[in-house]
């Protein structure tokens, strides 16, 4: 049991350690690129609701759009599974739609 709870505390140290890393890569890069083929005053207006958006569904929505990554992929890519990968994007684009119709 030793030995389990050891590799347990590990795991929670790495992954909290790739999260400050994540958050830190994050600050330094630009909050959200447009997606491809969109340029202009909508592209823009698009980058700043999508950076309103929380932290883990902004990196789906940008996986998935704009790195055009799988829904597999973008579960590898974060680590997170695959469902909660989907649930993140649903509530996204649940978010998104108000903000983008200017309901918001």
């Not at 030995?3 to 350690?17: D, K, M, S, W, Y």
């Not at 083929?37 to 698009?46: H, K, L, Q, S, V």
């Not at 790195?67 to 994007?89: D, I, K």
């Amino acid at each position: 049991s030793y030995v389990a709870q050891t590799l347990r505390n590990l795991a929670i140290n790495r992954r909290e350690r790739l999260a400050v890393e994540a958050r830190a890569l994050e600050r330094r890069a630009p909050a959200a690129p447009a997606p491809r083929g969109t340029d202009g005053p909508d592209a823009e207006r698009i980058a700043r609701c999508v950076a309103r958006l929380p932290d883990e569904q902004r990196e789906v929505v940008l996986l998935r759009l704009h790195e055009e990554l799988s829904w597999r992929e973008v579960a590898a890519r974060t680590g997170a599974p695959l469902g909660t990968v989907q649930s993140r994007y649903r509530l996204a684009l649940e978010r998104l739609r108000p903000l983008l119709s200017g309901d918001a």
